[in-house]
């Protein structure tokens, strides 16, 4: 089977960066896509990395290590409307999108 | 602009009822999704679909089917509803089998309680 691991809570400070990590146990593993879901919202697409490295998108960058099975979302310049829970997702072949347990981002002043 | 509806967006049902949960896309996507969310668990799959007539089972499917007649509906279907399938219900699609099934878009969701 397949298992994804990552944080259940995290709190940052507004302004501040923050990481989130997410380790897999997968085979089959084409690539790691995180979302954003905020409290009563519906889930939505961050990132995808396909390939090792970093991967950015304004505030937000993505890194992936095939080799050691593991990623981040990297949140930078936290704003308090990042506060939401946040999911990674490991894309394996021939089958959809699993996701992990996902991560409670709190952001404080 | 393209999008993908659900409804209803919020349902109570009594035990042992069939209740069908729909979802229309305008993206043309071939690829589309039934997940659930329930609390301490994340998203889990219950069906999906790859195309015209092609469904597939997920991690959850027991209780529940789907079908396939055109490319912008997927209907989930629970025959005799329990107590434990209330739940938060997440239909998605995608684009392809590449890259870009990584990238799911998602309705916003249907809130399902069993009593």
């Known amino acids: 089977g397949q298992s994804l691991e990552q944080p259940s809570e995290v709190t940052a400070v507004e302004g501040a960066i923050v990481q989130i990590n997410c380790t897999y146990q997968t085979s089959g593993f084409y690539g790691l896509s995180w979302y954003q879901q905020h409290d009563g919202g519906a889930p939505t697409f961050l990132s995808y990395n396909g390939l090792d490295g970093l991967e950015e998108t304004g505030r937000f960058s993505s890194f992936l290590s095939r080799s050691d099975s593991y990623g981040y979302l990297l949140l930078q310049e936290l704003q308090m409307k990042d506060s939401a829970s946040y999911f990674c997702?490991?894309?394996?072949?021939?089958?959809?999108?699993?996701f992990g347990k996902g991560t409670r981002l709190s952001v404080i002043a | 602009d393209a999008e993908i509806t659900q409804s209803p967006r919020h349902k109570i049902t009594e035990t042992g009822r069939q209740v069908t949960l729909a979802c229309h896309q305008t993206w043309n996507h071939n690829n589309m999704f039934w997940y659930r969310q329930d609390l301490g668990h994340g998203l889990r799959l219950i069906h999906y679909s790859y195309g015209v007539q092609d469904t597939n089972k997920g991690e959850v499917s027991d209780g529940y089917s789907v079908s396939r007649s055109n490319t912008e509906d997927l209907p989930l279907t629970l025959e005799s509803a329990a107590s434990s399938q209330t739940s938060v219900y997440f239909c998605?699609?995608?684009?392809?089998?590449?890259?870009?099934?990584?990238?799911?878009?998602f309705g916003e969701g249907s809130r399902l309680t069993v009593l």
């Open positions: 997702a490991v894309l394996l072949e021939n089958t959809p999108l699993v």
């Open positions: 998605a699609s995608s684009e392809s089998r590449g890259r870009k099934a990584g990238e799911l878009f």
